[in-house]
């Protein structure tokens, strides 16, 4: 069974530019990768998802390249709130069925 | 507003005791899932439902029960509680199970099992 990739923890400071990898070897053909965002005691939060490229919204964006087998959430301009846990998803083919498989989640901590 | 809602947010119970854990949906998805986070573990899948009538085991389905007979709700059951189910429950929704993956959460159940 194939997992996700993602280093512990990271740090960095406000105003900074963040990049989280996340590598996915056995990603399905037709599966997306999703990033979200937990806060303590709170459920995880959608940021970004992708299929291959680029994507970008107003809070993130998504670099994928075109093996799929990795991916980099992109946090611009971070500050003290974007401290969290990051945790990266793929689809993950078992027999015929589909099973969601988890990052450990990279734990991020931005310094002022 | 569209939400996933969990009861209850706070659970103590003992050992043995039959216990079910309420998650709705107001947003007409077909896909639930329930998981539990336990500390540095990130979240394991419990079970999953890809529709009504439909449900299947993720990572972790012992000591668990499910059922979907609406679209909306997806209990968890806990049909004789022991301490190593002790943590902190998530259910989630989304639109579809495969490709697309972007899940609401619940707030979270913590459950202690003493």
């Known amino acids: 069974l194939a997992k996700t990739t993602q280093p512990i923890s990271m740090d960095s400071y406000e105003g900074q530019e963040v990049n989280i990898t996340c590598s996915h070897n056995n990603i399905a053909t037709n599966d997306y990768i999703t990033w979200y965002q937990q806060f303590p005691s709170q459920g995880p939060r959608f940021i970004i998802q992708g299929y291959k490229t680029k994507v970008t919204n107003e809070v993130a964006s998504l670099f994928i390249p075109a093996d799929r087998k990795s991916s980099t959430l992109s946090l611009p301009r971070v500050s003290l709130s974007d401290t969290a846990v990051y945790y990266c998803l793929v689809g993950e083919p078992m027999d015929s069925n589909y099973q969601l498989i988890w990052g450990a989640g990279t734990k991020l901590i931005i310094k002022p | 507003e569209a939400q996933v809602t969990q009861n209850p947010r706070y659970l103590i119970t003992v050992t043995g005791k039959k216990l079910t854990v309420t998650c709705s949906q107001n947003?007409?998805?077909?896909?639930m899932s329930w998981y539990r986070q336990d500390p540095g573990l990130g979240l394991r899948q419990i079970y999953y439902s890809m529709n009504v009538e439909v449900t299947d085991k993720g990572d972790v389905p012992e000591g668990y029960k499910v059922s979907r007979k609406e679209k909306r709700n997806f209990p968890l059951i806990l049909e004789s509680p022991s301490p190593n189910q002790t943590s902190l429950y998530f259910c989630?929704?989304?639109?579809?199970?495969?490709?697309?993956?972007?899940?609401?959460f619940g707030p979270g159940t913590r459950l202690t099992v003493t």
């Open positions: 947003m007409n998805h077909e896909y």
């Open positions: 989630a929704s989304s639109l579809q199970g495969y490709g697309s993956y972007e899940q609401y």
